[in-house]
């Protein structure tokens, strides 16, 4: 099958891009030939032909236009079988909602005066245009959670929209490296053995609720415990509340690594009490690393949590429910959880990601010999 998959450049670290990344590799073992339409800054992909957008550095609102007429262009430039998009384009066959919805993301984090905006109320309107049918012929979402926001929003038939959950990389993200990096992990960052370490992963700190996460620490009540931050952005506002609450000793700061895999190796806890996440690749990355996970109820990701087995859900995203749930898994059978936590992600692996894609290019394809 000859598929186009339309996205931004990526790298092969951080979330989106590893998911990305993870199955275009899945696409071409099982034999695609696939085209990646992107723009400048992708780098190479084995096995996948790279097709690069001139799109000019304009505003956001231009270069946001332009690159959905150039994506349309390249896609009706070739004879596709399967038109796949990652981003809101004037036109694709599947439309990946793996950012869920801008409505959604708006409202979630108190943003309606954003909606008078032109740059948000073009994504919008793309929105809008793809989730009623018009610029799309089906709709992914990566959460049942997700399904149903877009159900709601847009009205979208419920038949017109399937769930398909990433698949994350079971070599890379293994429960060994606990023994393998785990100790060598901890020292270089300092932290003692017999430290409980919460890790949090991820950009756009507000959104994924590293607020309430310092709060929830703050209240836990083993003060043994330690939270390490990894991820891209400014970290000022947060380094002030965590002076504020007279935690600064007991977190650590580490940017953006794109060695994710060592940080799972030394954590006993892997926190996401996000307030709006479609889906949350941390939650498969740190499952599959066999350590168990906080999510709030806000993020996809909690669909894949069992109370008390493979991690906790917070129903509310507060200081003080955050820290109950860490002192409830601090609590906690390390060893079950970890086994548990491993069982839940093998489940969910690449092959399987495309197995459920395949059904939709089935549905969509112009070459009816696909299989």
């Known amino acids: 099958m000859r598929l186009a998959l339309i996205c931004r450049p990526f790298v092969f670290h951080g979330g989106v891009e590893t998911a990305t990344a993870g199955l275009l590799r899945e696409l071409v073992r099982q034999g695609h030939a696939v085209d990646l339409i992107t723009t400048r800054g992708q780098p190479a992909v084995p096995g996948v032909t790279v097709r690069v957008l001139v799109v000019p550095p304009q505003p956001s ?25 990652h981003e809101r384009c004037l036109w694709q066959d599947i439309y990946r909602a793996g950012e869920g919805t801008h409505r959604g993301y708006l409202a979630a984090m108190g943003r309606s005066w954003a909606k008078v905006d032109p740059y948000h109320r073009t994504v919008m309107l793309l929105e809008q245009r793809i989730f009623s049918l018009r610029w799309a012929r089906e709709i992914v979402a990566i959460s049942h959670l997700g399904k149903s926001e877009i159900e709601r929003l847009y009205a979208t038939p419920p038949e017109r929209v399937t769930v398909v959950y990433n ?5 890379r993200f293994h429960p060994d490296n606990r023994e393998k990096l785990g100790a060598l992990g901890r020292e270089e960052l300092g932290l003692a053995g017999e430290a409980w370490a919460v890790l949090f992963v991820g950009s756009g700190f507000e959104r994924k609720g590293l607020g309430p996460l310092l709060e929830g620490l703050a209240l836990m009540q083993d003060s043994r415990a330690r939270l390490v931050v990894a991820g891209k952005g400014s970290t000022e506002r947060y380094q002030s509340l965590s002076a504020r609450l007279g935690i600064s000793d007991r977190v650590v700061w580490v940017g953006p690594r794109a060695d994710v895999e060592r940080l799972y190796a030394l954590a006993d806890a892997v926190a996401l009490p996000a307030r709006y996440e479609p889906f949350g690749n941390v939650h498969l990355e740190a ?10 109820a806000a993020a996809g990701g909690a669909e894949l949590i069992r109370e008390g087995e493979n991690g906790v859900v917070a129903a509310e995203v507060t200081g003080v429910a955050i820290g109950r749930l ?3 898994l601090r609590d906690s059978d390390p060893g079950r959880l970890r ?20 059904q939709l290019y089935r549905r969509v394809s112009r070459n009816m010999d696909v299989h």
């Open 61 to 85: 609102l231009a270069r946001l236009l332009a690159f959905g007429l150039a994506a349309r262009w390249a896609t009706r430039s070739r004879p596709y079988d399967v038109v796949q998009s």
């Open 167 to 171: 698949g994350v990389d079971l070599h």
């Open 287 to 296: 499952l599959a690393s066999g350590v168990p996970v906080l999510s709030s």
């Open 326 to 328: 860490l002192d409830r």
């Open 339 to 358: 086994e548990q936590a491993r069982a839940t992600a093998c489940r969910f692996t690449h092959a399987a990601q495309v197995e459920g894609l395949r």
